[in-house]
């Protein structure tokens, strides 16, 4: 039987090993970055180290909670962050980012996020994204 | 029985529990829960390669527990790290 954490917790033992430089994974929980992440099934590999780019997926702290979304842009000081499923957007500081997701794992099959296969569906995904909701507007009307 | 190197113990909250640590991450979706005697246990594990009788003298030693109260928390201890495959196989 698998027992539940308090997530505040849980989260508070991730970042401690993430500050000690180490690599950590955990199963995602929620389906805002669905397609790519699914709720309990994928493992996401998170490190510390990183460079801020544009579509890769970063874990921070937004409103006292943790979350794990898509970096989509900047906006003066404030950088943009979208979960896949989401249509609402997060400003967060620089600073507000814990790690990113250099990694993960779904049925069995590793991702590398610097794979360019992964990055092509991730762009081809975002082009939907912006078409899907074209489509939705003039079917609106 | 001897505990594999590749199991860490952590402090999730005020629970203590077991991840492994496998293709250089620390995978905190393979957690085991232990208490504070299942703590000592895989503490001692990790050190040395020790039989059931061995524990059992060495946790009678440490707490003040009776006989059959001991064997029943190795007994679980044992049964929980068999059933995650924390032993080294050589050691079991």
Known sequence: MKKAFNNSDFFISVLKELEKGNKVSFLVKGNSMSPFLVNGKTEVFLKKNYQLKRYEIYLFKYHDKFILHRYIGKKKDNLIFRGDNNNSLEYVSEDSIIANVYQFQINGKTINTNQFFYKFRVRCFIVYRVFRSFIKKILKR | ?92
Do not use: H, W
């Not at chain 2, 492994?20 to 620390?26: H, N, T, V």
């Not at chain 2, 905190?28 to 232990?34: C, H, Q």
């Not at chain 2, 003040?64 to 059933?83: H, P, S, T, W, Y």
């Open chain 2, 1 to 92: 029985m001897k505990i594999k190197p590749n199991y860490l113990l952590k402090t999730i909250g005020e629970n203590i529990v077991v991840v492994p640590l496998k293709e250089e991450a620390i995978r905190f979706n393979g957690i085991i829960a232990l208490n504070k005697t299942g703590q000592y246990l895989f503490q001692t594990l990790q050190k040395y390669d020790l039989s059931k009788e061995q524990l059992l003298t060495i946790v009678l030693n440490k707490y003040n527990v009776e006989k059959a109260l001991a064997i029943r928390d190795i007994d679980n201890f044992i049964e929980k790290c068999m059933g995650n495959k924390l032993f080294d196989e050589k050691s079991i």
